[in-house]
């Protein structure tokens, strides 16, 4: 079995900063892309961030130049560092990877159960 363990959400003030963490385990051959996308009420859920296998990122527009995702592919773990957060970031972040478990033969997407980030005064 694949599971990804989100941590790091949590209540934090405009201007402030919080860091992200997942973590892949199980039967894990392989892992392609990993990113993060967020979930706001009422709203659709939307890729954040991106890295690929070999760690080139890619961004939202509306996070650029204020977040940064990392990965370690040793450790098969994806960070994502959030800075300058504004009450608009406020979502529930999930992290998703494209894996490759021992037996299969093509990559498959997971996602994690999510953690809420709230930016609020």
């Known amino acids: 079995q694949v599971q990804l363990v989100e941590s790091g959400g949590g209540l934090v003030q405009p201007g402030g900063s919080l860091r992200l963490s997942c973590a892949a385990s199980?039967?894990?051959?392989?892992?392609?892309?990993m990113g993060w996308y967020r979930q706001a009420p009422g709203k659709q859920r939307e890729l954040v961030a991106g890295?690929?296998?070999?760690?080139?990122?890619n961004y939202a527009d509306s996070v650029k130049g204020r977040f940064t995702i990392s990965r370690d592919n040793a450790k098969k773990t994806a960070s994502l560092q959030m800075n300058s957060l504004k009450p608009e970031d406020t979502a529930v972040y999930y992290c998703?990877?494209?894996?490759?478990?021992?037996?299969?033969?093509?990559?498959?997407?997971?996602w994690g159960q999510g953690t809420q980030v709230t930016v609020s005064s």
């Open positions: 998703n990877a494209e894996i490759r478990s021992y037996g299969g033969v093509r990559y498959l997407g997971y």
């Open positions: 890295v690929t296998s070999g760690g080139r990122p």
């Open positions: 199980g039967s894990i051959f392989s892992i392609n892309a």
